[in-house]
């Protein structure tokens, strides 16, 4: 069992930064691919970024890449997202989860274990 508890959400302007962190429980975090989805209002969830256990494979959104990284450090069982240049759209509640599997995927129902969540708010 992994539990997940994300922070660093907020309020920012648009073209602002933010950094969001979720800490995992459990001490087979490193074997877990982590991902980072968000769901706007009235919208479905969506795929953002993944990482896979050993920090060697990421994957993107066509809609963040270029502005967002995501990354982990292993030995504080934490993963990362750094949101730059941010836009209106990126609002949302922005999900942390994990994979019981090594690799990344773009696929929200192949994680099995979800954070509950952090609102990303981006001002005009």
């Known amino acids: 069992q992994v539990q997940l508890v994300e922070s660093g959400g907020g309020l920012v302007q648009a073209g602002g930064s933010l950094r969001l962190a979720c800490a995992a429980s459990?001490?087979?975090?490193?074997?877990?691919?982590m991902g980072w989805i968000r769901q706007a209002p009235g919208k479905e969830r969506e795929f953002v970024a993944s990482i896979s256990w050993s920090a060697y494979s990421t994957s993107y959104a066509d809609s963040v890449k270029g502005r967002f990284t995501i990354s982990r450090d292993n030995a504080k069982n934490t993963v990362y997202l750094q949101m730059n240049s941010l836009k209106p759209e990126d609002t949302a509640v922005y999900y942390c989860?994990?994979?019981?599997?090594?690799?990344?995927?773009?696929?929200?129902?192949?994680?099995?274990?979800w954070g509950r969540g952090t609102q990303v708010t981006v001002s005009s």
């Open positions: 459990g001490r087979t975090f490193g074997y877990y691919a």
């Open positions: 989860a994990a994979r019981r599997s090594s690799g990344v995927t773009t696929k929200i129902h192949e994680y099995d274990y």
